[in-house]
Each structure stands twice: as C-alpha cells, then as structure tokens.
C-alpha cells in the first residue's frame, strides 16, 4: 500500500527544490505520482507525494544482535541425598566449593540464537525479553 504525503512550499523556487529532492529520492528524473497545486489563497504551493509507506516495526522485524545459549550439566557426588526442592545455582556452588560436596560443571551444548528464539528462552526462564532490551517478539526495545 502506498500513502500520500503533502509537502508545502511558500514559493516557486522552494517548490522546484522539493521537486528535484523528490526526484532524486527515486533515482532522478521527474518524480513519479507527484502533483503540484497552488498558489493557494495564503500564497503556498502544495506538493502531493507518492511514497511506500515505512516499514512496519510490529512485523516481527528481529533484532540484528546475537545471543548465545550455553547449555550445562551439574555433577553433584554427597554422601546424603539431595533430592528435595531445586537449592538453586547458589547454595550448589557453595554445596561444592565450601560445603560437604564435590562437583563439576561440564559444557555440553552451546549454540548462536536470534532475537525471537532469546526472547523465547528468557520467558522459558521465567525471565523477561527486556533483559536483554528485547520486545516480546524478539525486536530491539526503542
């Protein structure tokens, strides 16, 4: 769909300027789907301009930045079971490195994901896409 925008001059000079922008704006020449009216009863001429509307931000237009998703294991060894509500990352670390446990951490996946796919997992996370200045949809937040 295409829109029409209007573009007022006060003067023939200011409207031959506007024309030769506009013709440029389309790779020169006389500017396609223009009209000029006037001199209106205030003096102004009136340029109507043809143009394709901008694009439409709401169209899932992602992000160009890149995140990345590290997947890990935890290997816990205790001499009690541990099985009970998740302690969290935390109290893990200090399970291993203070406490009555020993452990590891093994990498086993990493991988490059787009603005949808990290808006996504951060939901996923019971997190929100606006930690990383995300939208919902994965785009950058203005």
Known sequence: ?????????TDKSQVRDLLRDIAGDIGGGAAAGQVV??????????????????????AADPTARRFY?????????????????DPGLAAIAAMIV???????????DTREIDG??????????????????LTDMGQDCD
């Open 37 to 58: 009216r006037g001199p209106d009863a205030r003096g102004a001429y009136l340029v109507d301009r043809e143009e394709d509307p901008p694009p439409d931000r709401s």
């Open 116 to 133: 949808p796919a990290a808006a996504a997992a951060l939901r996923a996370q019971d997190s929100d896409p606006g930690f990383f200045q």
């Open 1 to 9: 769909m295409r829109a029409i925008i209007h573009i007022e001059a």
């Open 69 to 85: 998703r590290h997947l890990y294991v935890v290997e816990v060894l205790s001499e009690e079971n541990l099985e009970g509500p």
């Open 98 to 108: 203070d406490g009555p446990c020993s452990g590891r951490v093994d990498l086993v």
